[in-house]
């Protein structure tokens, strides 16, 4: 089984100060925008991808995409820049308090687990380091660097796993309806958690809703 984690609201909770605030300063660097928290806060962020978030966020600013796509390489490798200087002055999202133990049983079932999330890598990286998880995943997964498409960094977690799963093998754990969209687009299962932003009725798209990480193991392992 390939077990395919997202971030924020599933494995992490709290609100992702120092990322956001890396993403708004990148941006005011790389476009000289007056890029706030609030731009991101503003466009209901969960779920969607850096990438994406940016963009919406420089239209807003009055960017066209042209501009976008040429500064994007450079906005990337600053916001990761950023975030190192930035978390220490910021109060850190922190690991569900059942994220280690479900990681470390999965680990010990033979669970192959890697990321997908938004976050982009340089971030993600950071964020489950500085949680205490970060050496459970391996250098594969998806991030949002990857694309602005959250269901195309499924298919290439899938496909860094080299062959190892077919799509019937392969579980995303997330917190949003766009977790559960993006699993159906690239047609793999889902199990949502209401440890984020949803309740189980806006996660009812789920092949299984759980209360936490700990149910959502119980069922992939029985």
């Given amino acids: 089984m390939l077990a395919l984690f997202d971030i924020d609201g599933t494995l992490l909770h709290g609100r992702p100060e120092a990322h956001t605030a890396a993403l708004v300063g990148a941006m005011a ?19 969607r991808t850096d990438r994406a978030i940016a963009r919406t966020v420089l239209r807003r600013h009055g960017v066209d ?6 500064g994007m ?14 978390a220490p002055d910021h109060v850190a999202p922190v690991a569900a308090r059942d994220a280690a133990p479900v990681l470390a049983r999965m ?16 971030i993600a990286r950071e964020k489950v380091a500085a949680a205490g998880i ?26 860094r796993a080299r062959g190892r799963h077919g799509n019937d093998e ?37 092949d299984m809703v759980v209360p936490h990480l700990t149910a959502a193991a119980d069922a992939l392992l029985a």
């Fill in 107 to 122: 680990s010990a079932a033979g669970v192959e687990m890697a990321l997908v999330t938004g976050n982009l890598q340089a």
């Fill in 65 to 70: 995409d042209a501009g976008i796509d040429g």
């Fill in 73 to 86: 390489p450079d906005w990337i490798r600053r916001a990761g820049e950023l975030h190192v200087h930035l």
């Fill in 29 to 47: 660097d790389v476009w000289g925008i007056p890029a706030v928290p609030d731009d991101v806060w503003a466009i209901d962020p969960a779920g």
């Fill in 134 to 159: 970060g050496t459970r995943f391996g250098p594969g997964g998806g991030f949002g660097c990857d694309s602005e498409e959250r269901a195309d960094l499924v298919l290439l977690a899938i496909d």
């Fill in 170 to 206: 392969v579980v995303v754990i997330g917190d949003t309806p766009r977790d559960i969209a993006a699993a159906r687009a690239a047609g793999v299962r889902v199990v949502a958690v209401t440890t984020g932003a949803h309740d189980e009725a806006a996660l009812a798209a789920a």
